[in-house]
């Protein structure tokens, strides 16, 4: 068993260095360009709050540019040897031998209207030795707690490990912030899950108790509260996130506009998407999509 845990540990260890490495040398080319980063989740943790980069895995590096600097971001993987994964989002990859360094560029995050906020303010941090930045740790909860429980529609240890330790490196904590922004986000069921969960996972968790009452769902929200613990105490399903994400939005006009969205999304996202390679294929898709999407939600439901 011993031997086992060893293996697993110098496994990601090595997997984790290589990613670093190859995180670094792009950060550092793209602000040699002018190029602002924020590292998100995992990768902005792993040279702060973890004081070994082995103990924790980690599958990809994700990154938070200006929607400007997208061609640049891109034009600069590309150089350095990254392919673009045909998964519909920027999601690029390289592999030398046994290893993968795989990279996402983000240019929005999905509960914000702006990221200006994000920005302003963001704090410094380390990824493969090259000083860049992350979330501050407010931020960083709220958005490790919104990425678990509404786009995988789980509770993951790995992340619910990332929040302890935000909260025990950088001690004080501004949890009226976390509160208020909860609240202005319209997180509030996703975190109120995360936290509670947290807490029973770690019965010594740092998530203070006044702060999941004051988060506790309002009547109003009790079909989505029920919902989301539905989904929560079944197996991982994949891409139930979308669902989840739809029950979020405000009102029908924002469910009717998350929708068309989904369904109808840019024609560059439907040729990466579905690695197509011209305009007619990706148009075809446009009639396609919606019900190959439907009976996908269709299936889903069923599950929970």
Not at 298 to 304: A, D, P, T
């Amino acid at each position: 068993m011993r031997m086992r845990l060893g293996k697993t540990y110098y496994r990601t260890l090595a997997h984790n260095i290589y990613q670093l490495k190859e995180a670094g040398e792009v950060i550092r080319i793209l602000e040699d360009s002018d190029i602002p980063v924020i590292v998100l989740k995992g990768a902005a943790l792993l040279e702060t709050v973890y004081p070994d980069p082995g103990l924790r895995e980690m599958a990809d590096i994700d990154l938070l540019v200006h929607p400007s600097d997208l061609k640049k971001c891109e034009n600069i993987l590309r150089g350095l040897n990254f392919s673009l994964a045909p998964t519909g989002e920027l999601h690029y990859f390289k592999r030398e031998g046994e290893f993968l360094a795989q990279i996402d560029l983000h240019w929005e995050i999905w509960y914000l209207k702006e990221l200006k906020e994000i920005w302003q303010s963001a704090i410094k941090t380390k990824v493969g030795g090259v000083e860049t930045l992350m979330m501050p740790p407010e931020d960083a909860i709220i958005y490790i707690a919104a990425h678990s429980v509404v786009h995988h529609g789980m509770f993951r240890p790995t992340w619910a490990e990332d929040v302890l330790r935000l909260i025990n490196y950088y001690k004080e904590i501004d949890w009226e912030e976390i509160i208020e922004k909860v609240y202005r986000y319209n997180l509030v069921v996703p975190v109120f899950h995360f936290f509670t969960r947290l807490n029973e996972w770690n019965k010594d968790s740092l998530i203070p108790l006044n702060v999941i009452k004051r988060l506790t769902p309002p009547l109003s929200k009790k079909v989505e509260s029920v919902f989301f613990s539905l989904v929560l105490n079944n197996p991982p399903m994949g891409n139930i996130g979308h669902i989840l994400h739809l029950s979020l939005e405000k009102g029908l006009y924002g469910k009717i506009k998350f929708l068309i969205r989904f369904l109808f999304p840019p024609l560059s996202f439907l040729k990466r998407r579905y690695n197509l390679s011209n305009n007619y294929k990706a148009c075809f898709y446009y009639l396609i999509r919606p019900f190959l999407l439907l009976n996908n939600a269709y299936r889903l439901l069923l599950k929970v």
